[in-house]
């Protein structure tokens, strides 16, 4: 069974600090989705990696992904409150519109 | 901005009934995805429905559930026989084809069996 493991599954961070949550796939895939999400609301689409080496990054966050590692990171730069969320990544597999989804990182900035 | 929609947002029903789930896919999109997330939990892939078939299904979507595109805007997800355990929180997704391959999911529907 295809395993996306994330870590660390919680994270309190001040405001102001780096950090990076990693997310590690047990199959090949060449497409890797990084979403957010507030407790009680749907899941908001924040990157879409598609290749080995694909780098995106959007206001204090940038996602990477290593396909040979099997890994890919999301890093928080300058952490604010607002960035207080869950974060999961999902791997599609390469078959296409078959996804499995990380365990979620649940993330608290601390002012 | 064109959304995905989700009906009713709040389901409570009892053990055995049959559900109908409804989701309204952005317009010009041809994927769709059905989701679910128990309560504290991660997401789990139940279904994807492509050209109107399924594309793919996880060990999940069991003979219990179904999926239909009954017209041309609506897809549904029904769960026959509703079990305690099927309480979570359902989300719709869909996606454009062409190379972005971005979903986008709607707000979800909460499944209470009592």
């Known amino acids: 069974e295809l395993k996306v493991e994330q870590n660390p599954l919680f994270l309190s961070m001040q405001e102001g600090k780096n950090y990076t949550i990693y997310c590690n796939y047990s199959t090949t895939s060449d497409r890797l989705y990084w979403y957010r999400q507030d407790p009680g609301k749907s899941l908001e689409s924040l990157f879409v990696?598609?290749?080995?080496?694909a780098v995106k990054q959007e206001g204090r966050l940038m996602a990477s992904l290593d396909t040979k590692a099997r890994l890919s990171t999301l890093h928080i730069t300058a952490a604010v409150h607002d960035l207080s969320a869950t974060y999961f990544c999902a791997v599609e597999l390469n078959t296409g519109n078959q996804f499995y989804f990380g365990t979620g990182t649940s993330l608290t900035v601390i002012p | 901005e064109p959304e995905v929609t989700q009906t009713p947002s709040h389901q409570v029903t009892q053990m055995g009934q049959e559900v109908i789930l409804r989701c309204v896919p952005i317009?010009?999109?041809?994927?769709f995805y059905w989701y679910r997330q128990i309560l504290g939990q991660k997401v789990e892939f139940l279904v994807s429905f492509y050209n109107n078939e399924i594309s793919e299904k996880s060990e999940i979507f069991d003979d219990q559930f179904s999926v239909e595109r009954p017209d041309g805007s609506n897809f549904t997800l029904k769960i026959r026989s509703t079990k305690l355990e099927d309480s979570a929180m359902y989300f719709c997704?869909?996606?454009?084809?062409?190379?972005?391959?971005?979903?986008?999911f709607g707000p979800g529907t909460r499944l209470t069996v009592t």
């Open positions: 317009s010009n999109h041809l994927y």
């Open positions: 997704a869909s996606r454009a084809q062409g190379s972005s391959y971005e979903q986008y």
């Open positions: 990696l598609l290749s080995n080496g």
